[in-house]
């Protein structure tokens, strides 16, 4: 028999479609009634926000190479308009049971917990005077309703806001015959709000609902024949050409004014809109039949998500828990003592952040430290490690950030960090022109008895705060020479002219990572080839880059066993005779994100285990810079094993991805459940502090 060609198309899943595939994973989190509701609510606004991304990020890119009449497919061979329509397709499934399970499930379970909606069919007397009141003081006054008339056009909809078109009959002030009316809902207004109930109960009513209830109040002398929701979603991904711009920064602002008015990808309007309406909706933002979900319910399902702030129920909510701190580090005044005398290992969110955060503020505190340098991709709000980094520059040390103004959706927090970095006295840079910088690296440079050592963080997620309490991710302290030789070496190019700096340990794409891996890949293969027991098992967020591919196919045929842990988009199929069934790969959706990046080799018995900033994708080996550091403490490696062979084990929070693109979910068997991350969380998380 001949052997199969590893890169014919029926080898691999559509990227579009394995993102759909995840989402519905997150949707399916909403079933679990083992899940506190306001969690399982919480899943449905994650799933809402994760289409609209989708639709705003990637669905836009296709329909602008269908523009440009682009021909080109990726590996799976599927042309764009079969793509779109593929799309279209699954996400209208997906849509419909988002709100089949708003409706039918999630809304009878929060009233089973004394959390309900009110609309006309149920408020009270008492209630609809109070929801009129509100209307009349905290609504009216900040709606302006906008007819439509050949003196006023249709009003620019901004990229997913709440708006309404209202069907009205009559004359207006000056005797003309309006049929039609916008009305936008600013974004300060809340878009639920608690209102007064019996005690014991908690009322909520979504704004929509307010605003269709008392419409006809601001149509005075008219007749309101009908209201109704609808958003529209706009291509939302910047383009800045780097190589024509002087100023990154200035450039990056005035994209983002743009990005509220970008071309619209979807229009999803109230289940009951007349037909008519729809299609001058659709008619008006140049959109097909194929760009159109109507919705049973609130046109942004995102929104609930708001419900978990306004209602103070924790035992409708995960159990509380406390980080835990490393033994090594408890009580510990001088981080810099503990790290010169062996590295140090977290694990996020299981074990504290506070170790970075304290790492930084000692750093800028220290007489003895001359510099700090650091790459920050996203940070949050308020970031104490910022505020660091201000008192370190202000304090007359020299602090160098590499700020990515490019970390999507987080491009104006970033201009604003910039911007008070360089007020503070920092050296500020953006990167380098045509790469985003996605590594996660802090260097610190101090003086010892008359020598410079470098102490250093490495990591796989950001230097975020809430994430960090979210995020699964690994981070390392060391003070090792060659990593610090390395990480010098890497500011250096990012912030100077330099050549491509010959690193000893850290793997750097766009570089080195890429084809090292390959060539890891290659050896477990050969490793297999000659008989000898060969493993791969790597973990990430996604897995589509066709070369990294082939090879696994490769290692596979020649009896490499692999284990792949792909939260998300995964375009590897395994399973398949003589191409992939020594492949498996899992998914782990669970209350935390899973975010960090693992690759482990076996290689003939002299183990080497990585942790990384980079997916397995094209852009994270191509087109970014990003950093893989080995893990050469054997108890260190040992524990991230452990860890990897508890989501290996997962009967509960485990999806299998099968040859067909499909997923099942991991079942027990007669086997005691486990879920890997309250497995993790109790051997980790503080003695005590994990209610539960």
Known sequence: MDAPDLKSPQFYINRELSFLEFNQRVLEQCKDESLPVLERVRFLGISCSNLDEFFEIRVSSLKQR?????????????????????????????????????????????????????????????????????????????????????????????????????HVKGKDAYGRNTTLAILQAPRSLPRIIRVPSESGRRDLVYLSTIVEAFVAKLFSGMEALGCYQF????????????????????????????????????????????????????????????????????????????????????????????????????????????????????????????????????????????????????????????????EAAQGGKDVTVIIELRARFDEAANIELATRLQEAGSHVMYGVVGYKTHAKLIMVVRREDGHLWRYCHVGTGNYHLKTARAYTDYGLFTCDEAIGEDLHELFLQLTSLTQVPRLRKILQSPFALHSALLEKIARETEHALHGRKARIIAKMNALIEPQVIHALYQASAAGVSIDLIVRGICALRPGIPLVSENIRVRSIIGRFLEHSRVYFFLNGGKEELYCASADWMERNFFRRVEVAFPIERRKHRERILHDLDIYLSDNTQAWELRADGSYARVQSNGTPPLNAQQQLLQEHAAPGQLNG
């Open 231 to 390: 958003r529209v979603t706009r291509n939302s991904d910047l383009f800045v050409d780097e190589e024509e711009v002087d100023d990154l920064l200035r450039a990056v602002e005035g994209e983002l004014a743009q990005r509220r008015y970008g071309e619209a990808v979807r229009l999803e309007t109230a289940h009951d809109c007349p037909a008519d309406l729809k299609e001058f909706l659709r008619d008006h933002f140049a959109l097909t039949s194929n760009d159109l979900y109507q919705v049973d319910g609130p046109v942004n399902l995102n929104r609930l998500m708001a419900i978990y702030d306004l209602v103070d129920r924790p035992d409708l909510k995960y159990p509380a828990f406390t980080a835990g701190i490393p033994k090594r580090l408890q009580g510990v005044g001088d981080l810099f003592a503990t790290i010169r005398q062996k590295d140090v290992l977290l694990h996020h969110p299981y074990q504290s952040f506070a170790p970075v955060t304290d790492f930084v503020r000692q750093a800028a505190a220290d007489p003895d430290v001359l510099a700090i340098k650091q790459t920050l991709y996203r940070t949050g709000a308020d970031s104490q490690i910022v505020d660091a980094l201000v």
């Open 66 to 166: 269908v523009e440009l009449g682009s021909l080109d497919a990726g590996p799976d061979a599927l042309g764009l308009q079969e793509q779109l329509a593929a799309i279209y397709g699954r996400a209208t499934r997906l849509v419909e049971e988002q709100y089949t399970l708003l409706n039918n499930v999630l809304t009878p379970a929060m009233e089973a917990a004394g959390i309900r909606f009110v609309n006309p069919d149920n408020w009270t007397a008492e209630q609809a005077r109070w929801l009129e009141e509100h209307f009349d003081k905290e609504v009216e006054p900040v709606l302006t309703p906008l007819a439509l008339d050949p003196a006023r056009p249709f009003p620019r909809i901004q990229n997913k806001s709440l708006n309404f078109i209202v």
